[in-house]
């Protein structure tokens, strides 16, 4: 309990902000294709596998799957999603990470991507980096996971038949081999059980 004002303090230095990684504009896409996916060999209404990438439910019951729709809200041909409506999980956080990626003998490393939603309410879609991650599911928590800031992200605003462009994220100062997840954060709650839609994911080199 704070009894007054001059109880508050912050001195600490340490925060909890998530660190953010911005490595300044990109010009452009190089021709060399470090990872791809846009998702036409998959299986509808079943969860993404191959090509590398690790789908893993952190908690709750959703995975990432391949869809494909017509209409208003029509998909890029096949694309992904992952919605945690109706799940009666009380928490879901669910990741897509693309398979490891060498970011030192490459130069000019740029992800590009799109995305939709069905009315994303509280749920939330963010677009992660680490080059700590040991490929093992049971570390996933314990590694470092940084912000790729620079990223657009379909938000709860924007109309849910449009495809949102990412832009092209710069990825050049990062090394290491690494990673890029994209995390799902919802509840079976109306408030925060939104929808998001992935494709045409693109990392590329010069």
């Not at 504009?25 to 079943?46: H, K, R, V, W």
């Not at 398979?99 to 963010?126: K, M, V």
């Not at 490929?135 to 849910?160: P, R």
């Amino acid at each position: 309990m704070i009894n007054n004002p001059e109880a508050v303090i912050f001195d600490e230095t340490d925060r909890c902000d998530p660190v953010e990684i911005d490595c300044g504009p990109a010009s452009g896409m190089g021709e060399n294709i470090l990872f791809e996916e846009f998702f036409e060999s998959q299986t509808n209404n079943n969860p993404i596998i191959g090509n590398g990438w690790t789908n893993y439910q952190e908690e709750g019951t959703q995975a990432w799957e391949a869809y494909t729709s017509t209409g208003q809200n029509a998909s890029l041909g096949r694309s992904a999603r992952i919605a945690s409506a109706f799940s009666g999980d009380a928490r879901t956080v669910s990741w897509l990470i693309t398979p490891p990626l060498d970011f030192t003998s490459n130069t000019g490393e740029t992800l590009r991507f799109r995305t939709s939603n069905s009315f994303a309410d509280g749920s939330r879609l963010t677009i992660l980096f680490s080059n700590d991650w040991d490929g093992d599911v049971t570390t996933i928590a314990a590694s470092t996971w940084d912000v790729l800031a620079a990223a657009d992200i379909v938000t709860d605003n924007d109309f849910f038949g449009n495809w949102i462009d990412s832009g092209i994220v710069d990825l050049s100062c990062v090394t290491g081999t690494g990673y890029v997840a994209f995390r799902y954060n919802g509840s079976g709650n109306a408030s925060f059980d939104g929808t998001y839609e992935l494709d045409e994911i693109q990392i590329k080199a010069n």
